[in-house]
């Protein structure tokens, strides 16, 4: 199974800070198809998982544009410029381009 | 607006079943990926598997002598079964709709524990 590996596990910011979380992937995550498979997700607290961003850099709707994605191959990056309150909670990256599709071990967002 | 919410017991008993009904409202099963998903005490997530919109499955190996998917389309549910549960298996079980590629919406979660 492909391993996502995410630093840090533990993330302390202020609000209005920018931080970047990174996920590692332990095989190339392009498919054959061109396209690869590489999202983000929050998890709130006491909240179910909440899609952020697909396809590496793409905003799902209703995502503030403060979140962004980048990143190719085994190396990719979720940024957010100015954290705010409600962006507190767990960050997993998902990877579907193999089978199984496997999550990050997550990231906690918490304020400094 | 899709809503999606799972049921079924809180605790089971090892070497038993967990069953799990995941409800679909406002969005038809014949359409798009549904699919399980478990969070472990942690953080730790494991995708479980999905019934596509036609109805073929595909499952996480690590679990597949184990783990059944299936759904009734007339009242738009679909279902988990997961046989010889040890507590191991005690988690948040999520039920998730999407695309192919990810899942964009996910119900609330339900927590089950295995203990005797």
């Known amino acids: 199974d492909v391993v996502l590996t995410q630093t840090p596990p533990t993330l302390s910011a202020t609000i209005g800070q920018s931080v970047s979380i990174s996920c590692r992937s332990s095989?190339?995550?392009?498919?054959?198809?061109?396209?690869?498979?590489l999202n983000w997700l929050l998890q709130r607290p006491g909240q179910p998982p909440q899609l952020l961003i697909y396809?590496?850099?793409r905003l799902e709707s209703g995502v503030p544009n403060r979140f962004s994605g980048s990143g190719s191959g085994t190396d990719f990056t979720l940024k957010i410029s100015g954290v705010e309150a409600e962006d507190l909670g767990v960050y997993y990256c998902v990877q579907s381009t193999h089978a199984p599709r496997t999550f990050g071990g997550g990231t906690k967002l918490e304020l400094k | 607006e899709v809503q999606l919410q799972e049921s079924g017991p809180g605790l089971v008993k090892p070497s038993q079943s967990l069953s799990l009904t995941c409800s679909v409202t406002?969005?038809?099963?014949?359409?798009?990926?549904w699919g399980w998903i478990r969070k472990f005490p942690g953080n730790k997530m494991e995708w479980m598997g999905y019934i596509s919109y036609s109805g073929s499955t595909s499952y996480n190996p690590s679990l597949k002598s184990r783990i059944s998917i299936t759904r009734d389309t007339s009242k738009n549910q679909f279902f988990l079964q997961l046989n010889s549960v040890t507590t191991e298996d005690t988690a948040t079980y999520y039920c998730?709709?999407?695309?192919?590629?990810?899942?964009?919406?996910w119900g609330p979660g339900t927590m089950v524990t295995v203990s005797s």
């Open positions: 396809l590496v850099s």
């Open positions: 406002g969005y038809s099963i014949t359409s798009n990926y």
């Open positions: 095989q190339s995550l392009l498919h054959s198809n061109g396209n690869t498979y």
């Open positions: 998730a709709k999407g695309p192919y590629w990810y899942f964009d919406f």
